[in-house]
Every structure is written in structure tokens, then in C-alpha cells.
């Protein structure tokens, strides 16, 4: 009976010690485990996210210059002497001479901001209305808020105009 009974003590010891070292190993490698199964799903759900990106993105090549022309006519940032440089360029190259160049007063509204200029091209009436169709088909959006000039005689050569413009930025 002696023997019944320690075997009984050293097989309820054993138990009692397996289950305290294993049980506390065994939830560990379950935790474990699902940490690995939460990684691979939110990995697969990122592939998928990428692989969407990817998608969008090649479609989005499709309309790169369709981007470029809206960057061009309604640039992130705004280069004041860019500006001046490219109305240089269309009243020189539409027969203009610009004379001067008036400082420009900025309204920041929600989405872009909102730039005034004014400027005094001098030339003729026919390179003034060259122009101001060059400024319309300009890549940039240019809009002329109003213009004026001295005097109007079709021998006086050339005439001074004043006007002001806007122009757009984000």
C-alpha cells in the first residue's frame, strides 16, 4: 500500500508540476499563434490594398497629360517671377511692350488662392487684341478683370492700356 500511495503522491506531483510549467507555455504558443494569424490577414489585406494602388495607378498614367495641363493652368506653387517672366512672353510676343508691372494683392479662399495683378502693356489695338487672346489661350488661367487705355487714335502709335488680371494657384 506504501508503494500505491507514493506513486499516487509522485504521479499527482508530476501532473500538478506539467500543468504549471506546460499549461502556461501552451497559452503562450496559442497567443502566439493567433498574433500569426491576425499578421497574415491584415498582410493579405495589405497586398490587396497595394495591388489596388497599383491598378490606380496604371489608370492613372492614362490621364498624366490631362494632370499635366491642370498643374500647368493651376499650379501648387506659385512663382511670382515665373509669372511676370510668361506675361513678358505673350505681350512681347503678340507685339506688345510691357511697361509696367503693378504689385498684386493675394485672397486666399478655402481650396486655392487668388491673385491680382496690374499691368500696362503699350502697342497697338491689333496687338492688344493678340494679346488679350493670347492671355485667353494662355495654359495658365488668366482672367482680365478690366482694362483701359488713353486714348484711342488709329495714326497715334502705340497706345498705353491698363488693366488687371487674376490668376489662379492652390
Known amino acids: 500500500m506504501n508503494k500505491i500511495l507514493i506513486t499516487i503522491i509522485c504521479l499527482t506531483v508530476a501532473l500538478g508540476l506539467g500543468i504549471g510549467f506546460v499549461n502556461p507555455k501552451y497559452q503562450e504558443y496559442k497567443d502566439i499563434k493567433k498574433e500569426i494569424e491576425r499578421k497574415e490577414n491584415e498582410l493579405s489585406v495589405n497586398s490587396q490594398y497595394f495591388e489596388n494602388l497599383r491598378t490606380i495607378k496604371e489608370r492613372l498614367k492614362e490621364y498624366e497629360s490631362s494632370f499635366t495641363i491642370i498643374d500647368c493652368a493651376f499650379p501648387s506653387f506659385f512663382s511670382i517671377p515665373g509669372f511676370f517672366l510668361n506675361m513678358q512672353k505673350i505681350s512681347s510676343g503678340s507685339g506688345m511692350i510691357l511697361s509696367q508691372i503693378g504689385g498684386g494683392s493675394i485672397n486666399e479662399k478655402e481650396e486655392f488662392k487668388e491673385?491680382?495683378?496690374?499691368?500696362?502693356?503699350?502697342?497697338?489695338?491689333?496687338?492688344?487684341?493678340?494679346?488679350?487672346?493670347?492671355?485667353?489661350?494662355?495654359?495658365?488661367?488668366?482672367?482680365?478683370?478690366?482694362?483701359?487705355?488713353?486714348s484711342f487714335n488709329e495714326t497715334e502709335d502705340p497706345i498705353s492700356f491698363n488693366m488687371s488680371i487674376k490668376t489662379y494657384s492652390y
Open 115 to 150: 491673385r491680382s495683378y496690374s499691368f500696362s502693356p503699350r502697342g497697338t489695338f491689333s496687338n492688344f487684341l493678340n494679346f488679350l487672346y493670347a492671355l485667353e489661350k494662355s495654359a495658365k488661367i488668366i482672367e482680365v478683370e478690366g482694362f483701359s487705355f488713353s
